[in-house]
């Protein structure tokens, strides 16, 4: 802000009549702070005259410009992915490669022994009908514990439906005695009214 009648901006650029520039001259001579103003105005002067000059663009760039647009390997990549078909063909693809590679590398399998002798296959048949035998007494146990299991469950659930339905008939029982009294009360003050009345005339 300057204390010159006159504006220092149009003083600097000129643009004041003669009268007023040579006023703001012998103002700005005695005048410390519009000297420093006037100083700042040369200064951004120069920082802009010292900035290159640039081009102004001729049209603003748009997203739909060539410019902008992915480039065909990308475009390719995005088709891709957003398609099931593709990737479903590429999954089977795989699969199908996966196996492959696992027949063609998984271990040559071993020559089998011969037959047992016939001793041999009665001892098998023995072991055999041993863990049949075992396997059907734990099966048969296990469903005998589960049963009995299951019973008590059974038989702890309806005791506890029992004491909840005693429960509420003892309540409605109370609920009940209750409404009899008031009744039985109201009805005792109804006579003792009457009998008032009656009295009374």
Same mark, same amino acid.
């Given at each position: 802000?300057?204390?010159?009648?006159?504006?220092?901006?149009?003083?600097?650029?000129?643009?004041?009549?003669?009268?007023?520039?040579? #006023?703001?001259?012998?103002?700005?001579?005695?005048?410390?702070?519009?000297?420093?103003?006037?100083?700042?105005?040369?200064?951004?002067?120069?920082?802009?005259? +010292?900035?290159?000059?640039?081009?102004?663009?001729?049209?603003?760039?748009?997203?739909?410009?060539?410019?902008?647009?992915?480039?065909?390997?990308?475009?390719?990549?995005?088709?891709?992915? +957003?398609?099931?078909?593709?990737?479903?063909?590429?999954?089977? *693809?795989?699969?199908?490669?996966?196996?492959?590679?696992?027949?063609?590398?998984?271990?040559?399998?071993?020559? +089998?022994?011969?037959?047992?002798?016939?001793?041999?296959?009665?001892?098998?048949? *023995?072991?055999?009908?041993?863990?049949?035998?075992?396997?059907?007494?734990?099966?048969?146990?296990?469903?005998?514990?589960?049963?009995?299991? #299951?019973?008590?469950?059974?038989?702890?659930?309806?005791?506890?439906?029992?004491?909840?339905?005693?429960?509420?008939?003892?309540?409605?029982?109370?609920?009940?005695?209750?409404?009899?009294?008031?009744?039985?009360?109201?009805?005792?003050?109804?006579?003792?009214? +009457?009998?008032?009345?009656? *009295?009374?005339?």
């Amino acid at each position: 802000m300057n204390c010159s009648p006159f504006d220092l901006r149009d003083y600097y650029f000129k643009e004041l009549a003669e009268n007023e520039r040579r #006023q703001t001259e012998v103002h700005v001579k005695i005048c410390a702070h519009c000297r420093e103003e006037l100083e700042r105005l040369r200064g951004t002067e120069s920082a802009l005259l +010292s900035l290159p000059d640039e081009e102004i663009p001729q049209r603003i760039g748009f997203v739909s410009d060539p410019i902008f647009e992915p480039s065909a390997a990308r475009r390719w990549w995005a088709a891709f992915w +957003s398609s099931s078909a593709r990737l479903g063909f590429a999954s089977a *693809a795989m699969l199908s490669v996966a196996l492959v590679v696992f027949a063609l590398t998984r271990p040559v399998p071993q020559i +089998s022994a011969p037959a047992p002798a016939t001793g041999m296959l009665s001892e098998r048949t *023995a072991l055999e009908a041993d863990f049949n035998r075992r396997l059907n007494d734990a099966v048969q146990k296990a469903v005998a514990e589960s049963e009995t299991r #299951q019973a008590r469950q059974t038989q702890e659930l309806l005791a506890a439906v029992e004491k909840r339905d005693e429960l509420e008939r003892q309540a409605v029982f109370v609920r009940v005695k209750e409404y009899l009294d008031i009744e039985k009360k109201r009805m005792n003050k109804m006579i003792l009214a +009457s009998n008032d009345y009656g *009295a009374q005339r």
